[in-house]
C-alpha cells in the first residue's frame, strides 16, 4: 500500500511557476514509475508527465513540454513537478499516481493521491 499526499498548488499569475511535491509513505516508493495528471473543470482526467523508478527517463504530453519538468528523489520518497510559464489553460487539480510501469494511461497508476488545485489567473 502507497499512500501519496500532494503538495504547493495555488493561485498564480500567467507566466508564473509554481512547484509541486508528492510525497509517499511507505518504503517502496523507488519500486514504482510516477506520474502527474489533471482534471480541470468539465473536463477528463489527462496525462501531464511520467518518470520512471530511477528517474533517468521522463515523458511530457505535448501541451507542458518545456515548460513543466517531473524529477524525484527517493531518498525523500518525493516526486516533483515544476511548472514554468504557466497560462490559464493549465487551470486544474493536479494528482500524482503511482504504478508499476510509465506511461500516459491513467488505468496504468494504482495509488492517487488526493490531488491539489492550481489555478492561474490572468
Known amino acids: 500500500q502507497v499512500q501519496l499526499v500532494e503538495s504547493g498548488g495555488g493561485l498564480v499569475q500567467a507566466g508564473g511557476s509554481l512547484r509541486l511535491s508528492c510525497a509517499a509513505s511507505?518504503?517502496?516508493?523507488?519500486?514504482?514509475?510516477m506520474a502527474w495528471f489533471r482534471q480541470a473543470p468539465g473536463k477528463e482526467r489527462e496525462f501531464v508527465t511520467s518518470i520512471d523508478r530511477s528517474g533517468s527517463s521522463t515523458y511530457y504530453a505535448n501541451s507542458v513540454k518545456g515548460r513543466f519538468t517531473i524529477s524525484r528523489d527517493n531518498a525523500k520518497n518525493t516526486v516533483y513537478l515544476r511548472m514554468n510559464s504557466l497560462n490559464l489553460e493549465d487551470t486544474a487539480v493536479y494528482y500524482c499516481?503511482?504504478?508499476?510501469?510509465?506511461?500516459?494511461?491513467?488505468?496504468?497508476?494504482?495509488?492517487w493521491g488526493q490531488g491539489t488545485q492550481v489555478t492561474v489567473s490572468s
Open positions: 499516481a503511482a504504478g508499476p510501469f510509465s506511461g500516459t494511461i491513467a488505468g496504468h497508476y494504482v495509488y
Open positions: 511507505g518504503r517502496t516508493f523507488s519500486s514504482y514509475a
